[in-house]
C-alpha cells in the first residue's frame, strides 16, 4: 500500500525552468524500511530530474519485481510507469523504446532481478544499445523475500544467518562493458553528490547507459562479513574521479588546470566534465578500464564513478533505421500502405 503526500508545500520551494519544484518529482510515501539504500536512490532520481528541468510525462519508468523495483512508485509520480514481472523489465523497456523514442526511458533493477534471474534478458538490452538509464540497486541479497544470497553476493561474504557464499560473484559493470554499454557507472546510495550528476550524465546519454548502484539492505545485509553493508562500502570505495554535468545555461565556476579534466560533449551542448582522482584514468579508454576495474577488484577495492563512457554512442534505432516518429503518431497513410506497396515488397523479396 502506498501512501499520498498532502500536496501544499511552501510557496517559496525553488523552481526549476519549466516552473515545477522537486516536489513535482515525487511520489507518494515510501513503504521500504526505514533507512534502506533504495530510497536514498529514488531521491538522487528525483533531485537529477529536477535539475535536468525534464517534463515529467516524458519519462516512463520500468521495472522488474523485488524492493528495488517497488521504488518507481515512490518517485517522478507523474510519469508513465511499467512495473513488469521479476527479470523481464529488459525486455519489456526495449519494446517501449522502440514503439516511441521521444520518451526517457529509466530501467529500475534489483541484483535479483537482473543478475540472477533476468540475466538473460538484461545481456541482450545492453549488447543491443538500446537509448536508455538501467540503474541496479545493487545490494547482493534478495530483500524482498528475506535475504538469499544473489549473483552479485561476493564469494567468502557472510549471509545475516552466518552462511558463507561459495559461489563466484556476477560484476555487472565489467559485464555491461564487456557487452558494449557506452556509459558505465558504479556508486553508492549514500553518496548522493557522487550519483545525481551519474543519473544525470546517463540521461543526457543517448544510448545504453547502466549505473549499478550499491544499495545497502538494512534488514538482511548490513552485517560485519558481508560485503554490500554501508560500513564496508565507505571503508572500500574508491573513486575514479568525479562528475559535473554543464548544461548550457550553467555558468562554469572553477578554473581547472589542463590535464586534471577530460570533457565529454553530448549532441544537445551539455558536457560532462570528468575530474580526475585517479591520475591516470582516462574514461574513454575502455580496455583500460576494464583493467583498472579488475586491478582494483583483486585489492579488495570498489571501484566507484564515471567508469566508462564513448562520446559518440549508437543506439538501437539507429543500427535498426527505425521511424522517427513514434508509432502512435503514424497516420494510417504509413501504415496501411495499400495493396501495391505490398506487391511491391514481395516482389523485391522473390
Ligand atoms: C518468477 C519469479 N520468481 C521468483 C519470485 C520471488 N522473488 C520476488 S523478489 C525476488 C528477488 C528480489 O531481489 P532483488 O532484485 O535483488 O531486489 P531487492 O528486493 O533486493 O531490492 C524474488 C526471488 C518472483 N516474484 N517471480
Ligand atoms: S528488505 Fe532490505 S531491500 Fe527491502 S526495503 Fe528493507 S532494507 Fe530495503
Ligand atoms: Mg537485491
Redesign the pocket.
Known amino acids: 500500500m502506498s501512501y499520498f503526500k498532502p500536496k501544499l508545500h511552501h510557496p517559496k520551494l525553488p523552481t526549476n525552468r519549466l516552473g515545477f519544484t522537486r516536489r513535482d518529482y515525487e511520489g507518494p510515501v515510501s513503504t521500504l524500511c526505514a533507512g534502506c539504500g533504495?530510497d536514498s536512490i529514488s531521491a538522487a532520481i528525483i533531485q537529477a530530474c529536477f535539475e535536468l528541468d525534464i517534463p515529467p510525462h516524458k519519462v516512463a519508468k520500468l521495472s522488474?519485481?523485488?524492493?528495488?523495483?517497488k521504488t518507481p512508485t515512490y518517485f517522478l509520480g507523474n510519469s508513465h510507469g511499467f512495473n513488469s514481472?521479476?527479470?523481464r523489465m529488459p525486455s519489456v523497456l526495449t519494446g517501449a523504446a522502440l514503439a516511441n523514442r521521444d520518451l526517457i526511458y529509466l530501467g529500475v533493477?534489483?541484483?535479483?532481478?537482473?543478475a540472477?534471474?533476468g540475466i538473460g534478458q538484461f545481456v541482450h538490452c545492453v549488447r543491443r544499445g538500446v537509448n536508455m538509464t538501467y540503474i541496479v540497486?545493487?545490494?547482493g541479497?534478495?530483500?524482498?523475500?528475506k535475504g538469499?544470497f544473489?549473483a552479485t553476493s561476493d564469494k567468502g561474504s557472510k549471509s545475516k544467518r552466518g552462511i558463507i557464499n561459495t559461489d563466484t560473484p556476477i560484476d555487472l559493470v565489467a559485464l555491461a562493458m564487456q557487452l558494449g554499454a557506452t556509459y558505465v557507472a558504479r556508486s553508492f546510495s549514500g553518496d548522493k553528490a557522487q550519483l545525481v550528476p551519474l543519473i544525470k550524465g546517463a540521461i543526457l546519454h543517448r544510448g545504453a547507459a547502466f549505473i549499478d548502484c550499491l544499495?545497502p539492505?538494512i534488514a538482511f545485509n548490513n552485517h560485519a562479513g558481508s560485503t554490500k553493508s554501508f560500513d564496508h562500502v565507505r571503508a572500500h570505495n574508491e573513486a575514479v574521479g568525479f562528475l559535473d554535468v554543464i548544461q548550457e545555461q550553467d555558468e562554469i565556476e572553477v578554473e581547472y588546470q589542463a590535464g586534471e579534466t577530460i570533457d565529454v560533449e553530448h549532441h544537445d551542448g551539455s558536457v560532462l566534465r570528468f575530474h580526475k582522482v585517479a591520475e591516470t584514468y582516462d574514461p574513454r579508454d575502455r580496455v583500460a578500464a576494464m583493467n583498472y576495474l579488475e586491478t582494483r577488484r583483486a585489492k579488495g577495492e570498489i571501484v566507484t564513478g564515471l567508469l566508462y563512457v564513448d562520446p559518440n554512442p549508437v543506439d538501437l534505432h539507429t543500427h535498426l533505421n527505425s521511424v522517427g516518429t513514434p508509432l502512435n503518431a503514424l497516420g494510417d497513410k504509413v501504415l496501411v500502405p495499400g495493396a501495391a506497396a505490398l506487391a511491391r515488397i514481395n516482389a523485391s523479396l522473390r
Do not use: P, R
Not at 522488474?64 to 523495483?69: M, R
Open positions: 533504495h522488474g519485481i523485488g524492493c528495488s523495483s514481472v521479476h527479470g533493477s534489483g541484483d535479483g532481478d537482473s540472477s534471474i540497486e545493487n545490494n541479497v534478495y530483500g524482498l523475500t538469499q544473489s544499495s539492505c
